[in-house]
C-alpha cells in the first residue's frame, strides 16, 4: 500500500483562490516532499521539507508538516488557471543509498478562470 | 527540458511480447529510479539503480527487469506483455547524496513512456 495518502481526491476552485491538499502517512520519515504533475507529464518537484521542520515557504505554496499527527499539507494561495495539475505528497525511508520514494494517489487540483 | 530523456515516447504493443523502454539520466545524477503510473495502482515505484548497481526494490513484477550501464543510462525490460501492463513508465533521476545528507533526494522525471499494450 502507498505511504501517503492525499486528501482530498479532487479539488475544484476559481482563480484567486486559495487551495489546500493534506497527505497523511504511515511510517517515520526523513522528509516529505511534494510533486506537481501537468495531465500526462512527468512529475515536476516543488517542495522539500525535513521532518524536522515544520513549515516552509517557497513563493506560493506554503508546506506545513506535523510527525506527531503523520501529517502535511500544501497551501497554494492566489491559484492561477496554470495551477491546474495533480499534486502527490511524497515520503522516503532512512536508506543509505536506496531511498526510494513512495508517492501518494495525489490530489487532481482545478482552477477555473 | 528536464534533463532527463525518455525513449520511447509511445509504444503499442500487443499481449506476449517484450519491449524494452530507456532512459538518460540527468547530467551528474548517478542514481536511476523507474516508477509505473496507472489509472487503478497510481504511482508505484519499481527499482533504483545506483551508479550501476541495483540499490532499491519495489513491486516490480518477475517479468520485468532492469538495469543501468557504464554510461549510467538504464533500461526497463518488460516481457510477456499482459494487457494491465499498459500504463505511464516513469523514469527519474537524482544525485544520491552520501551521509549525513542521504534522504534528501529530490527527483527529476522524464517525460515518460506510454506503453498500451493490446
Known amino acids: 500500500s502507498q505511504q501517503g495518502e492525499e486528501d482530498p481526491q479532487a479539488l475544484s476552485i476559481q482563480e484567486g483562490e486559495n487551495a489546500t491538499m493534506n497527505c497523511s502517512y504511515k511510517?517515520?520519515?526523513?522528509?516529505l516532499q511534494w510533486y506537481r504533475q501537468n495531465s500526462g507529464r512527468g512529475l515536476v518537484h516543488l517542495i522539500l521539507i525535513r521532518s524536522n521542520e515544520r513549515e516552509k515557504h517557497s513563493g506560493r505554496l506554503r508546506v506545513t508538516l506535523d510527525t506527531s499527527k503523520k501529517s502535511s499539507s500544501l497551501l497554494i494561495t492566489a491559484s492561477r488557471a496554470a495551477d491546474t495539475a495533480s499534486y502527490f505528497c511524497?515520503?522516503?525511508?532512512?536508506?543509505?543509498?536506496?531511498?526510494?520514494?513512495?508517492f501518494g494517489a495525489g490530489t487532481i487540483l482545478r482552477v477555473k478562470s | 527540458d528536464s534533463g532527463v530523456t525518455q525513449t520511447p515516447k509511445h509504444l503499442i504493443t500487443a499481449t506476449g511480447q517484450r519491449v524494452t523502454l530507456r532512459c538518460s539520466p540527468r547530467s551528474g545524477d548517478l542514481s536511476v529510479y523507474w516508477y509505473q503510473q496507472s489509472l487503478d495502482q497510481g504511482l508505484q515505484f519499481l527499482i533504483q539503480y545506483y551508479n550501476g548497481e541495483e540499490r532499491a526494490k519495489g513491486n516490480i513484477l518477475e517479468r520485468f527487469s532492469a538495469q543501468q550501464f557504464p554510461d549510467l543510462h538504464s533500461e526497463l525490460n518488460l516481457s510477456s506483455l499482459e494487457l494491465g501492463d499498459s500504463a505511464l513508465y516513469f523514469c527519474a533521476s537524482s544525485v544520491a547524496l552520501t551521509r549525513p545528507l542521504a534522504g534528501a533526494n529530490v527527483l527529476t522525471f522524464g517525460a515518460g513512456s506510454r506503453l498500451t499494450v493490446l
Open positions: 511524497a515520503t522516503d525511508g532512512n536508506m543509505e543509498y536506496g531511498n526510494k520514494l513512495v
Open positions: 511510517t517515520s520519515i526523513n522528509n
